[in-house]
């Protein structure tokens, strides 16, 4: 791929693009990917571009080198009640982007090389897809380091792994390599850590050769099993946007701003 870097002006993160993907890599291989505050709404400028540029229908998520894909939150810069920023307030804005992965109607594809642990390991987790490389080692830290994600990192894994099995990750903070984070349902797929990107890039354009709206609103309503009133409200966005394209909804707009009455018997009651 001839991935154009975009050039925001990021400092923890590179965001390139590429026939329709756009490609967001975590960039502090020094700490295995670890994020810090600025990292994660760097992140959030990042999902946010991509969500509304037309030209990209798939995101790939991943972390610089084939060390990690994530290692969570910065230790070095945990204070007492979340990760400080430059300025010294502390946040858990990670749980903010989680959100925001779950709710962008494209396909996010976590490509795993290495380690994705912690709240790192949530991340791919939120992501909708994951194809990991054959080093990929996957767990949760937190019970050892002081921390836990009581939210999706505990509920949405029990949804994927089983209740057992996402007890035992959390409670014994056990690491697993790719094969048997496949043989849970953790990952999608597992592949030579030299053909990561060419074949999450296939898994791409293969979505990228589907409907749109299609994948968009099957997301959401996957999302809706889980998320509750949210995921409801997420679901019935579309079906809002789908009905703002119709010429039934047209006509009420348009009665409105003529200033008439709205004819809508012409539209069929179907059964
Ligand atoms: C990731 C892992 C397993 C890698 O091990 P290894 O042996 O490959 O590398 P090493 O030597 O541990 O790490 C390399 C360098 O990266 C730093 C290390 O301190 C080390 O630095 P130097 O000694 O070279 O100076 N590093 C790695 N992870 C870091 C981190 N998260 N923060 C700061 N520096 C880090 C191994 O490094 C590991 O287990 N890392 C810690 C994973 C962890 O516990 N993460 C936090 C979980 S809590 C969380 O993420 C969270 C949450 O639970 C809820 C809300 C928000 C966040």
């Not at 990021?10 to 590429?18: E, G, L, P």
Request: charged share 20%; glycine share 10%; with cysteine.
């Amino acid at each position: 791929m001839d991935w154009q870097t975009q050039d925001y002006g990021f400092q923890d993160i590179v965001y390139q693009t590429a026939g329709g993907i756009a490609k967001i890599i975590i960039n502090r291989p020094e700490v295995r990917n670890a994020f810090r505050p600025q990292t994660i709404q760097e992140l959030q400028q990042a999902f946010h571009h991509a969500r509304y540029d037309e030209a990209v229908g798939v995101i790939i998520l991943t972390g610089a080198g084939d060390l990690a894909f994530c290692s969570g939150g910065d230790q070095r810069v945990r204070g007492e009640y979340g990760y400080a920023d430059s300025g010294g307030t502390q946040h858990l804005n990670v749980l903010d982007l989680q959100r925001q992965i779950r709710t962008c109607p494209k396909p996010v594809v976590a490509m795993v090389a290495g380690y994705a642990i912690g709240g790192g390991h949530v991340l791919h987790l939120v992501c909708d897809l994951t194809i990991a490389a054959d080093n990929a080692r996957f767990g949760q830290t937190g019970p050892k380091v002081g921390s836990f994600d009581g939210g999706y990192g505990a509920s949405y894994l029990a949804r994927i792994v089983g209740q057992k099995k996402a007890r035992e990750i959390w409670f014994l903070c056990r690491q697993y390599d790719a094969q048997q984070a496949l043989s849970m349902g953790l990952v999608n797929h597992v592949v030579p850590l030299a053909e990561l990107e060419k074949e999450t890039v296939a898994w791409c354009q293969q979505m990228l050769e589907n409907s749109p709206m299609a994948l968009r609103c099957l997301k959401a309503a996957l999302n809706a099993d889980c998320d509750g009133q949210a995921g409801l409200q997420e679901l019935a966005g579309n079906a809002t946007l789908l009905f703002y394209m119709s010429e039934e909804a047209q006509e009420g707009r348009d009665a409105f701003l003529e200033k008439r009455p709205p004819a809508f018997t012409k539209f069929k009651r179907k059964p």
